[in-house]
């Protein structure tokens, strides 16, 4: 799995880095690596305990609205471009984010919801977006059946979504959520769970941000004991510091990994 997302980089980064012509010694880091950032900021000090989804239309290139400067978006975006740095990649980061905005109504603000035409896709993507979507409700467990119901539209609307991000020539990178503990069957499981099925079903998304943070529960329904718990707040949902990096170093080395080995041209 990781050699296929390594793959898929490394395609994407062909276009980013200028294409894969020119000499076996030009250099991984000589063009800095342009990416968009949509969703909920994912480096964070406060807790939030409903997260709505924060996205930017984006069915045409140049329809990116103005960034929101909060503390969470500096500091994601500095935090990402500082690790990405610090494995030799300059990159230019605008973060896209709108607040209460939720992707359901993004997706039905063109065209009826209805997804592009497959003679619309473009081959090679030209920019790279990573994007940290949420359900509207992150708190009530996925076993209850309107957050099932929930589920099933985000599912939907991702595929929509992600469709017309690559007709816009943008390839699309979804931060992994990380597990919860506040019920084995948390909300973040389930937005876990329609992310996976959008992918299974069409959706063009490559996976970056795993933490391996990961829960056992027993037969009551209490989480098993384990270092990871101490990690995640007191409502068993917040990461704490220690959790949101290992996040970003997770993204960063997936990102620039693929980027050094497509301008490298291997």
């Given at each position: 799995?990781?050699?296929?997302?390594?793959?898929?980089?490394?395609?994407?980064?062909?276009?980013?880095?200028?294409?894969?012509?020119g000499s076996s010694n030009s250099q991984p880091t000589a063009k800095a690596?342009?990416?968009?950032?949509?969703?909920?900021?994912?480096?964070?000090?406060?807790?939030?305990?409903?997260?709505?989804?924060?996205?930017?239309?984006?069915?045409?290139?140049?329809?990116?609205?103005?960034?929101?400067?909060?503390?969470?978006?500096?500091?994601?975006?500095?935090?990402?471009?500082?690790?990405?740095?610090?494995?030799?990649?300059?990159?230019?980061?605008?973060?896209?984010?709108?607040?209460?905005?939720?992707?359901?109504?993004?997706?039905?603000?063109?065209?009826?919801?209805?997804?592009?035409?497959?003679?619309?896709?473009?081959?090679?993507?030209?920019?790279?977006?990573?994007?940290?979507?949420?359900?509207?409700?992150?708190?009530?467990?996925?076993?209850?059946?309107?957050?099932?119901?929930?589920?099933?539209?985000?599912?939907?609307?991702?595929?929509?979504?992600?469709?017309?991000?690559?007709?816009?020539?943008?390839?699309?990178?979804?931060?992994?959520?990380?597990?919860?503990?506040?019920?084995?069957?948390?909300?973040?499981?389930?937005?876990?769970?329609?992310?996976?099925?959008?992918?299974?079903?069409?959706?063009?998304?490559?996976?970056?941000?795993?933490?391996?943070?990961?829960?056992?529960?027993?037969?009551?329904?209490?989480?098993?004991?384990?270092?990871?718990?101490?990690?995640?707040?007191?409502?068993?949902?917040?990461?704490?510091?220690?959790?949101?990096?290992?996040?970003?170093?997770?993204?960063?080395?997936?990102?620039?990994?693929?980027?050094?080995?497509?301008?490298?041209?291997?």
């Amino acid at each position: 799995m990781i050699k296929m997302m390594v793959a898929a980089l490394a395609s994407a980064s062909l276009v980013a880095c200028g294409g894969g012509g020119g000499s076996s010694n030009s250099q991984p880091t000589a063009k800095a690596l342009t990416i968009s950032m949509y969703g909920k900021p994912f480096v964070s000090g406060s807790p939030a305990p409903v997260a709505r989804a924060q996205f930017s239309l984006i069915s045409n290139a140049e329809a990116a609205a103005p960034a929101t400067s909060s503390p969470d978006t500096q500091a994601t975006v500095q935090a990402l471009k500082d690790a990405l740095a610090s494995r030799g990649v300059t990159a230019n980061i605008t973060a896209q984010v709108m607040d209460g905005t939720t992707l359901h109504q993004i997706v039905m603000g063109e065209n009826n919801g209805l997804p592009p035409t497959p003679d619309q896709f473009k081959l090679d993507p030209s920019e790279w977006m990573i994007v940290n979507f949420q359900l509207d409700d992150m708190v009530t467990p996925a076993s209850d059946a309107t957050q099932q119901a929930a589920m099933a539209q985000f599912t939907q609307d991702l595929i929509v979504f992600s469709q017309r991000a690559a007709v816009a020539g943008k390839a699309v990178f979804v931060v992994v959520p990380v597990f919860t503990c506040d019920t084995e069957n948390s909300a973040a499981g389930g937005l876990w769970a329609a992310t996976n099925k959008a992918f299974i079903n069409g959706a063009p998304l490559r996976f970056v941000g795993q933490t391996g943070i990961s829960f056992g529960f027993s037969a009551l329904g209490t989480v098993n004991p384990s270092p990871d718990v101490v990690h995640m707040g007191a409502d068993c949902r917040t990461p704490d510091a220690y959790v949101q990096n290992l996040r970003v170093q997770s993204i960063a080395d997936t990102i620039a990994q693929g980027y050094k080995e497509a301008a490298s041209g291997k």
